[in-house]
């Protein structure tokens, strides 16, 4: 460790613990979901488990609730319920690193743990450089910088990052969130015989290519990987245009769906899918575990969409991961569930099974940190819950829409995000102190937000326009 990352680091300590009061004093601190002690979080990073832990990285700013000069920070957990915070990992201590070490991910290679992240440089006159870089570890916990791996290509502006790092065949490959020089949005792919070398072998899919027309101006977070039969392209691009119900955040995050050629490094795929519906998902990163699941893990944020209007900044703290979920694939659409090990949480249970509501009639509870479930759901009409008065989940059966609308943190006016659903046969909700993750239909769709209810408020309150029939559980966390 040099003298400028271990300045980094103490300074980084020190900032957490001057403001550990405050911050744990917010109302809207949650109670279940990974938060940074201070400052900033964003990007999940090298999320990986290794030797039995899981570990998670994110993107962190520790000096302000801005973005700036990312720090990694890092958690461990073993059941993917109960987390660890561990020291800093990455500090932008180096010269090709000195204005964040931003996003990447992990793998498990030769017995230690690779993280490749970008390192970014902005120069005197405000030029932005990016390197490829990689550190390694032999405990999980302390790292060495080895330094660049690879550099830009031609044909790319400095916007080239997310370094997501896999094996196949016996061989390394990464793929990295590009725009080229034409700015439009891309996924480059490189590859490696032993992770330090590394050849471009040029964009695995993108903006104005054979398969696709306008579709962004850059490309962030990409994770590449095999699923149940297909090669799944995660990326987050920005700069689409809203369609409708579609593309309704400032950036989106989804997936391709298809076939890579490791021979000719491009992916043969299908229509772009949103991965989230709601307000607030971006970055996501993914995982196979010891047991064979693909995890994923998203920022529960977009960049650049009222970040600076949050309740929590005056605590000196902003933004916080999404719960993990489980991935496969169903009818060729990627289904997520939330993991098994968040059972765990529950708490009292309440169980009211063959609930019927009539027009205007009401089921009532309560929770303030809950996992609610409604079952064998048949709406005739409209069925709506009520969670906190700040947020409504609505499913229209003649219109077959399912809309989740909140009350804006930034203006206080209602907003609401919105997709097609054929049928409603069971939602799945999880609400924090200021979260929201419901998954319809078995993960069929998701929608992911923040909200900020009245403190202490726990009301959620069902309630039909028609007929409604249902079983319902519920449990505190």
């Known amino acids: 460790m040099t003298k400028r990352d271990a300045e980094l680091k103490e300074a980084a300590y020190l900032e957490a613990e001057m403001n550990k009061e405050l911050v744990e004093s917010d109302p809207y601190r949650l109670k279940h979901h990974i938060m940074p002690p201070v400052g900033l979080l964003n990007d999940p990073n090298g999320f990986i488990q290794w030797k039995g832990v899981y570990h998670l990285f994110y993107q962190w700013m520790p000096f302000k609730t801005g973005h700036g000069a990312k720090f990694w920070g890092h958690y461990t957990s073993q059941d993917l319920v109960n987390w660890k915070h561990e020291p800093i990992a990455l500090a932008p201590s180096e010269w090709y690193e000195k204005n964040g070490c931003y996003s990447g991910s992990a793998v498990d290679a030769f017995g230690k743990m690779h993280l490749f992240y970008t390192g970014n440089v902005k120069d005197e006159n405000g030029e932005r450089e990016t390197y490829q870089c990689l550190a390694v570890s032999e405990d999980g916990l302390h790292f060495e910088k080895k330094g660049v791996v690879a550099e830009l290509p031609e044909g790319y502006t400095a916007h080239f ?98 076939k890579l050629d490791y021979e000719s490094a491009k992916l043969t795929h299908g229509d772009f899918t949103e991965l989230d519906r709601g307000f607030d998902f971006y970055a996501p990163q993914t995982t196979e575990d010891e047991k064979g699941r693909r995890l994923l893990f998203a920022w529960m944020s977009v960049p ?120 409603l046969s069971s939602l799945h909700v999880f609400v924090d102190t200021s979260s929201i993750e419901v998954f319809i239909n078995d993960g069929e769709e998701v929608f992911t937000a923040r909200f ?26």
């Open 161 to 258: 990052r997310d370094p997501k790092v896999w094996e196949h065949d016996g061989k390394w490959y990464m793929v990295v969130g590009a725009q080229t020089t034409d700015l439009k949005g891309r996924t480059a792919i490189f590859s490696s015989e032993d992770l330090m070398k590394w050849t471009y072998l040029g964009d695995v899919a993108g903006s104005h290519t054979e398969q696709l027309g306008e579709f962004g101006y850059m490309w962030e977070c990409p994770d590449l990987f095999h699923l149940d039969g297909k090669d799944i392209l995660i990326v987050s691009p920005q700069g689409l245009k809203p369609q409708g119900m579609l593309y309704q955040n400032v950036y989106q995050s989804g997936y391709f769906s298809g």
């Open 304 to 423: 650049d969409q009222a970040e600076d209007k949050h309740p929590t900044i005056k605590h000196k703290w902003i933004h916080n991961m999404t719960f993990p979920r489980k991935l496969s694939m169903h009818g060729g659409k990627l289904i997520q569930k939330p993991v098994e090990e968040l059972e765990a949480l529950r708490k009292t249970e309440e169980a009211v099974p063959g609930i019927r509501l009539q027009a205007g009639e009401q089921h009532q509870t309560a929770g303030t940190v809950s996992e609610l479930k409604l079952e064998n759901l048949a709406v005739r009409s409209g069925l709506s819950i009520s969670i906190k008065n700040n947020a409504v989940l609505h499913y229209s059966s003649e219109e077959k829409v399912f809309t989740l609308t909140r009350t804006s943190y930034a203006d206080g006016k209602p907003e609401s995000r919105q997709c097609m659903l054929e049928h």
């Open 452 to 477: 900020f209810p009245e403190p202490g408020e726990k009301s959620i309150m069902v309630s039909a326009e028609g007929e409604a029939a249902f079983d319902l559980k519920k449990w505190e966390l």
